[in-house]
């Protein structure tokens, strides 16, 4: 969680001050194209823009006041950096295991490429954040499909590793869940939903200009009488497909998996109780209040709750782009919970570079804590790795 502290802090400390200068009445006029959606332009800023304190006329302006779009960019970046450095460290130990490779790691593994597909897309939106979007029409749907697929796999690969772990530890048993065909089959099937999933926005998607902003924007641009049912189902599809739903898999699995260890006197499995409340502990820390503030701002614009400042609108919308950035944050948080608290994995990491040349021979034993004269090393292959 220090990784959490740490980027939450800078972006605390780069928002500006300088609130009385951007609040400008920006929308006191249109020149949008015919097609174009202004109701929906309104909505991508996640406000229901009320009207201003001052004026019985003018709306709010999209400019949020006092945050700090470098400040975003700069923290983007910053998760980019970790989150490519650990994800990759990650598919490293696990491709590098020719023997031993349980199931749990080949999911691991997949979550490690899902984080860094997610993670690739970041230098491009703290572009969009401080600039508009630059990069034309075609990268705003790739990378926007990349986005929302990387999303999708990620959530699901972690409700696939919680379904392992109740089959090792509950029902203690690998039968099924690290048999390797059926796992590829499974991590295969995950990838394809998430691809479906992700077309809707890959496909509404597209570049545009706003000139009350005065930059492109990269949005789904959505028309019609039928736009407001998009809007409020691509809300829906990502609120349970991508968040409550895995996280009910995760609790049920889990909460079994906690209730299991509590009435074993195994001291190996005690230990790996840790990692699997730092797991759950992290997803809905990272992603909690981000689904939160999205379904807070829904029902402000789908009129059930009534915002009349600007005030009100801007604190909505602060909170939007911090819990995103929190969420954000999430493909960098991972390798430190599923892999990097594990002894197991640290010591593999220790072996893989040693047999490289990396590292010498003497800071090898130095550094590892094995079990492997332990009972519960003759298990591995039933607590992977990350345990």
Known sequence: MKLQLFIVSVLHYLVLT????????????????????????????????????????SPCSVIVPGLSSLGLMITYIIVFVFSMVGNSVVVYVVVYMKKGRASTDVYLMHLAMADLLFCLTLPFWAVNVHSGWVFGNFLCKLLSGFQEAAVYSGVFLLAC??????????????????????????????????????????????????????????????????????????????????????????????????????????????????????????????????????????????????????????RVQAALNVSQVLAFMHCAVNPLLYAFIGVKFRNQLLFALYKHGVISKRLRMAHTRGSVNSIASLRSRNTSVTM
């Open 161 to 314: 590793i919680s379904v392992d772990r109740y089959f090792a530890i509950v029902r203690a048993t690998r039968v099924f869940s690290s048999h390797q065909l059926m796992v590829n089959m499974v991590c295969g099937i995950v990838w394809l939903v998430a691809g479906i999933l992700a077309l809707p926005v890959a496909i509404q998607r597209e570049s545009i200009m706003a000139e009350d902003l005065g930059q492109t924007i990269c949005y789904e641009n959505l028309t019609g009488e039928s736009s407001d049912h998009w809007r409020v189902g691509l809300r829906v599809l990502r609120h349970t497909m991508g968040f409550f739903l895995p996280l009910l898999v995760m609790v049920i699995c889990y909460g079994w998996v906690v209730v299991t260890l509590f009435h074993t006197r195994n001291l190996q499995k005690h230990k790996a109780m840790r990692v699997i409340m730092a797991v759950v502990l992290g997803f809905v820390l990272c992603w909690l209040p981000y689904n939160i503030s999205i379904l807070i701002d829904t029902l402000i614009r789908g009129g059930s709750i009534e915002v009349n400042t600007c005030g009100t609108h801007n």
């Open 18 to 57: 300088n609130q009385e200068d951007e609040k400008t009445q920006a929308l006191e006029s249109y020149d949008f194209d015919s097609d174009f959606d202004v109701d929906y332009f309104r909505s991508i800023f996640n406000s229901s823009l009320p009207m201003d304190d001052n004026s019985s006329a």
